[in-house]
């Protein structure tokens, strides 16, 4: 990372206000003027996508960087959610009107349609800096089904023995990771590569995991202590460990970078949603 990036990113987060933790630091991340905001990813750069909701309940993604916030917007979509980026600053995501989904490229600003072939809708989750894609599609069940793109060719991914599978993340090595419903009624999380599938098996009630560092070693998420409450997790080197924003409703971690920050949304005290950064204890900025 150049010196540069490093100076920028030590900015970016001066500029936040931050929250106390006993273990890391926490910092809120609002989208100026917005309703709500959701922060999905966070590339090694320290640069973060997700999206906020305007006045008029419109959804718009957004990049922040170097201090600024970015505007995301599909071409003649009112509601654009972006949940993914690497480090390349191209994005994944979605729109509600069309219903597809799609890479932002950043170094032309310009969209390229995700649409696995016959789906009803299509959902990318993550894109690595080998530009692969994963994430998502709707089958005409109402199922979902995960899914791979090299840029030339679809893959479906579906976890065995699940009625659903839900791809969420992917490391830079192509490792997939997601979670699937079972008949059981249980959701597996899994890693696949290879075509070989390993259940994740996550210490906690109801473990739902939403993404992996590039390196593939650590898995982020949340869980359910109880039936009001979930609360976001960082699970690596088979240590388990609760993140949760003070004071929150609830926390959900959804995404986390080579150095270990994540980034996520918490339910303030009010009730709306707002994004978080969380850097571990000792951890350079990046």
Not at 63 to 68: A, C, I, L
Not at 75 to 88: H, M, Q, R, Y
Not at 174 to 196: H, I, L, R, T, Y
């Amino acid at each position: 990372m150049t010196n540069t990036r490093k100076l920028l990113y030590a900015a970016l987060l001066a500029l936040l206000a931050p929250l106390a933790a006993a273990q890391g630091t926490f910092t809120r991340i609002d989208f100026p003027a917005a309703g709500t905001t959701f922060a999905f990813g966070i590339n090694d750069f320290g640069e973060i996508c997700g999206f906020y909701t305007d006045s008029n309940e419109n959804n718009h993604g957004f990049v922040f960087s170097g201090g600024k916030y970015t505007s995301i917007d599909y071409p003649g979509s009112t509601n654009t959610f972006v949940v993914g980026i690497n480090d390349a600053g191209d994005l994944v995501g979605y729109t509600a009107d069309p219903d597809i989904g799609f890479i932002y490229t950043s170094s032309t600003q310009s969209f390229t349609e995700i649409a696995y072939p016959g789906a009803q809708s299509t959902f990318p989750s993550a894109i690595n800096n080998s530009g692969l894609v994963v994430g998502s599609f709707t089958l005409d069940n109402g199922n979902e089904t995960g899914f791979e793109f090299d840029g030339s060719t679809y893959t479906a991914l579906a976890a065995p023995g699940s009625t659903q599978t839900f791809v969420t993340g992917v490391s830079s090595n192509g490792e997939v990771v997601g979670f699937a419903a079972a008949p059981s009624g249980k959701n597996p999380n899994f890693a696949f590569q290879n075509d070989q599938y390993r259940q994740l098996a996550i210490p906690a009630a109801s473990p739902v995991v939403r993404s992996t560092n590039p390196q593939g070693t650590a898995f982020v998420g949340q869980y359910q202590p109880n039936a009001d409450l979930y609360v976001g997790f960082l699970y690596q080197g088979g240590v388990f460990q609760s993140i949760r924003v003070p004071q929150a409703k609830s926390t959900v971690a959804r995404g986390i970078n080579t150095g270990g920050t994540i980034v996520g949304s918490f339910i303030n005290s009010s009730g709306a949603p707002q994004g978080f950064i969380w850097t571990p204890p000792g951890a350079e900025h990046k």
